[in-house]
């Protein structure tokens, strides 16, 4: 099982990195292709449908687990229930959101007054065709919830990668070829349906030795009702945070805007992706930890998750924060626009330190307080967005990019979960000391450095240096006990 564990969390981090290096090499190459202000009005299209997305209501996560549940009991009955409710569920869901961005694409559309004639007509042919992207997504969820709880973390994190790369691929050969909003969308459309065949397929070869049958119970609707409805509310937060703002600011402030805005939080909202998923595979089930409160090895693979999650998140931080005037040249134009450079920090650091909150999260979910975790995430979320869209309409760019800094708030739940374990605040400070430390220090020094590429590529190597020194020293034996777990 511990084996297994580690194997799925590298399945898991490989993937995701994978797919976090297409995702940011198509920003800079699409916005070079299409222009700033079209790529704005590409993620307006593509916000909207990701809000709507949240019609999946957790059934993704339910059917993780109950599928997990029956093939433990090998209930085949039991597995024909809660595929029938989850399956059947995500289908009406599915369908209602297609039909709802079908028939609502002009209403929605007409809400961003910003946009011109001509982009309102694009943007609504484009969340048409965005029906069809939306239900094939969510009936995806599904069916990857069931590969999830045969274990099949490879071969869904394979297809989940292919997918990146023939939709990457594809938009850079349309855009190239002078292809703007509606055809990228139909190229999502496309991709989309295929991979979801490719998906039935697995499930389908999975599900073959067991006797299926569509099969009703109330008590099992019930209670995957009800642990769906709890998942959906943790997620509900950093959902509408993740693509709400993007919302607000298309309104307030026109695509131009939003362009720069989305392309800027796109590259930095990886630092959360990646920072988090190394630590699920480091950190043990919780329900058997909460067992050994006091146990020292227990609080040794605590501070191994927080200082790894630390080291990912400052460590990533501090690089893109030195590398800023490169990467801001690229995605942009070729020239260094300071304006530029200066919000990409900005966000770059509130993505940073909130992303520091993983552990805590983890560890709230796991033993069983998902609705502090829906307080919290939902409540910093809902507050974000707000000071968004006051930020926004009062100072416009760079009011919008501050506006994400109460989200920090997030890192209540790293001091709510640890607290189970009785760990104290000082003790959690020693641990993220330094790099935190190291962090204020490498974004003071940014602004020191000349802007000359050679000498901050030398920077972000030196800074990666020492990390590692650090998380090392911090952690004897840990790479090498890992190592020989995950044989």
Request: glycine fraction near 8%; include cysteine; hydrophobic fraction near 55%.
């Amino acid at each position: 099982m511990k084996n297994s564990f580690l194997k799925n969390g590298f399945y898991n981090t490989a993937g995701g990195i994978i797919r976090i290096g297409l995702a940011i090499l198509t920003i800079p190459l699409l916005i070079r292709l299409i222009g700033v202000e079209e790529y704005g009005l590409w993620t307006l299209a593509s916000s909207v449908i990701a809000i709507v997305g949240l019609a999946e209501a957790g059934l993704a996560t339910a059917t993780t687990v109950f599928v997990s549940q029956d093939l433990g009991k090998e209930d085949s009955d039991g597995l024909s229930q809660t595929l029938t409710v989850t399956v059947g569920a995500m289908l009406i869901l599915a369908t209602i959101a297609a039909f709802a961005l079908w028939f609502g694409a002009e209403g929605i559309v007409s809400i961003f007054t910003k946009l011109d004639n001509t982009q309102q007509l694009t943007g609504v042919k484009a969340l048409q065709i965005g029906g069809l992207v939306l239900w094939s997504r969510l009936l995806q969820q599904v069916l990857v919830g069931v590969e999830q709880a045969y274990q099949r973390y490879g071969l869904m994190n394979l297809l989940n990668t292919i997918q990146s790369a023939l939709i990457t691929l594809g938009m850079l050969v349309i855009a190239y070829r002078g292809g703007r909003t509606i055809a990228l969308m139909q190229w999502q459309a496309v991709a989309a349906v295929a991979v979801l065949l490719s998906h039935a397929w697995v499930v389908q070869s999975l599900l073959k030795t067991v006797n299926l049958h569509l099969a009703w119970s109330k008590d099992k609707g019930l209670a995957v009702g009800r642990y769906s409805v709890m998942i959906w509310l943790s997620s509900l937060g950093s959902a509408l945070f993740a693509r709400g703002d993007r919302i607000i600011v298309g309104s307030l402030l026109g695509t131009q805007s939003l362009g720069v805005y989305a392309a800027i939080t796109d590259i930095t909202t990886q630092i959360n992706v990646l920072s988090s998923l190394p630590v699920q595979p480091l950190v043990p089930a919780v329900s058997h930890l909460i067992q050994n409160l006091n146990n020292e090895q227990t609080k040794q693979n605590i501070k191994q998750a927080i200082q790894l999650n630390g080291l990912v998140a400052l460590g990533l931080g501090g690089i893109l924060i030195t590398l800023s005037p490169l990467i801001c040249s690229l995605i942009f134009t070729n020239v260094i626009d300071i304006k530029y450079i200066f919000l990409f920090c900005i966000s770059t650091v509130i993505y940073s330190l909130y992303s520091l909150n993983a552990v805590g999260y983890y560890i709230l979910l796991g033993i069983g307080a998902a609705n502090i975790c829906a307080i919290v995430v939902a409540a910093s979320g809902f507050l974000s967005l707000i000071m968004i869209a006051l930020g926004a309409y009062n100072f416009g760019l760079i009011g919008a990019i501050c506006g994400n800094f109460p989200y920090l708030l997030t890192n209540l739940l790293l001091l709510m979960g640890v607290k189970h374990f009785c760990i104290p605040q000082n003790t959690l400070i020693k641990w993220l000391k330094f790099p935190l430390l190291f962090f204020c220090i490498v974004v003071c020094l940014h602004y020191f450095i000349l802007y000359s590429n050679v000498l901050r590529l030398g920077s972000a190597i030196l800074q990666s240096c020492i990390l590692l020194i650090w998380f090392t020293a911090n952690n004897k034996g840990f790479f090498a006990k890992k190592l020989l777990n995950f044989k």
